[in-house]
């Protein structure tokens, strides 16, 4: 028997907002991917092609027996552009990725928890693409510089930085207001949020892993049978590939921290406990006209 729709405003414990995730997931599969494809598609084949130009750069470099520009900048010019272009498709394909499953979300609960259409989701990430663009790459370099200073801060902020893309889009917040609230919903919250994320980032890899197992395997066995030259074109090939879809997997950590921003919401403010308690009564004039919610 099917499990009723997930409802994001509410609180759950640490075993609830894990299951939860995969329930959600599994219940808007269909409508989730073809959001999450539509929008990001474009993105993961840019990043996949660049990151095979790059890698066949170093294997042709290494047949031919290294550099032969006689230029200082020959090696800069020969590997630059392809690398930069496969940083940008990078930045480009997770800024997407946060963007159209929480623009998903927001359009999920804002329904009354029906998935929305792909043009629906359309509308709100042309909205929040480029402010979570600017803003991403600022909490980018905000958390690099934290774990620079001796990890520790780096680890403490990092549930923040989860949390901060959630409030941007689900809340409508510019970078000041999602910053603050973000630490402000983690106050004497951080152990359990911080032990959700590990479990959860933990999964992540491992299903990444899977998928990159045959380019591991690859790996291998050119090591033993090519050891003059370990990387070949098929792996080039393989690995690649398989890296851009691991990506796919990043919607179980962006789907588990918007589960654990509602969680800490309720917490806090009991704000979804608040809309059910208004909406006693009115249900039965209210159950044909999700689209008001």
Not at 6 to 15: A, D, L, P, S, V
Not at 38 to 64: K, N, P, W, Y
Not at 65 to 87: C, D, N, R, W
Not at 100 to 122: C, D, H, Q, R
Request: some cysteine; hydrophobic content about 50%.
């Amino acid at each position: 028997m099917m499990k009723d729709k997930i409802e994001f405003k509410k609180i759950r414990e640490f075993g609830d907002i894990i299951g939860d995730t995969f329930v959600f997931i599994k219940q808007n599969f269909k409508p989730l991917m073809a959001a999450f494809f539509s929008l990001t598609g474009i993105f993961i084949l840019g990043g996949m092609l660049s990151s095979i130009m790059a890698q066949l750069q170093v294997v042709d470099l290494t047949e031919s027996g290294g550099y032969t520009g006689s230029g200082p900048f020959a090696k800069i010019y020969s590997m630059g552009f392809s690398y930069v272009l496969m940083i940008i498709f990078l930045i480009l394909s997770y800024t997407s990725m946060y963007v159209s499953v929480l623009s998903f979300i927001a359009l999920y609960v804002e329904k009354g928890n029906l998935p929305p259409t792909v043009a629906e989701v359309w509308a709100y990430f042309k909205y929040y693409y480029f402010r979570m663009l600017g803003s991403g790459l600022l909490m980018t370099i905000f958390l690099m510089l934290c774990f620079a200073c001796c990890l520790l801060p780096g680890i403490y902020v990092f549930p923040a930085v989860t949390l901060f893309y959630a409030v941007m889009i689900l809340e409508n917040g510019n970078f000041s207001h999602a910053f603050e609230r973000s630490f402000k919903l983690l106050k004497d919250e951080w152990w359990i949020t911080a032990a959700t994320l590990l479990v959860i980032y933990v999964i992540f890899y491992a299903c990444s892993m899977i998928v990159q197992l045959p380019a591991i395997i690859v790996a291998m066995v050119g090591a033993f049978t090519h050891a003059e030259q370990p990387i070949t074109r098929t792996y080039v090939f393989i690995s690649s590939i398989s890296q851009q879809i691991a990506y796919i997997f990043m919607v179980i950590p962006i789907v588990c921290s918007t589960l654990i921003y509602y969680n800490l919401v309720e917490r806090k403010e009991s704000l979804g406990l608040l809309n059910r308690i208004d909406g006693l009564g009115q249900n039965s004039n209210q159950a044909e006209t999700p689209e008001e919610y």
